[in-house]
């Protein structure tokens, strides 16, 4: 796995890669709405981590601190802010932001169980994203 070369974006790269591998591990045991969530999480971590990574070193303070609040959990404005720093994604990786579209921090409030099934589907598409992000560092 390449590292990101600041060292201000490997906390959020090594939390992508962790949240992942721990939402494998509750899938493979039946714990869904706990898997889908922290597959999210590992979305958000590495988009986190190839923003900071994209942004000059005079910016990236500016940037961290973007991260507070609610809005720094939202997919679709992490990748506009990436698009800001003239990163695009591929259409198939688009795609699989579709698939993903709906993971909330909510979830952490869930009673509900998702269908293996549709966690199974959530977790691969988290994967994919996460991986070919990963190979954009």
Known sequence: MPKP???DAKP???AA???????????DNGRTTGA?????????????A?????TPRSRRAA????FRGQL???????????NRTGFSLLRRISVLFVQVSDWSTDLR?????????AARSFFEAAKQIVQWIERQM
């Open 36 to 48: 889908v969530y922290l597959a999210g999480y590992g979305v958000e971590c590495v988009l986190k």
């Open 17 to 27: 890669f962790q949240r992942l591998e721990d939402a494998r591990v509750l899938l």
């Open 50 to 54: 190839l923003l900071v990574e994209r």
């Open 12 to 14: 959020f790269y090594q």
């Open 72 to 82: 720094a959990h939202n997919f679709d404005w992490l990748v506009h802010e990436l």
């Open 109 to 117: 409030y869930s009673g509900k169980q998702e269908t293996h099934r």
């Open 5 to 7: 070369r600041s060292a």
């Open 63 to 66: 940037v961290l601190a973007l």
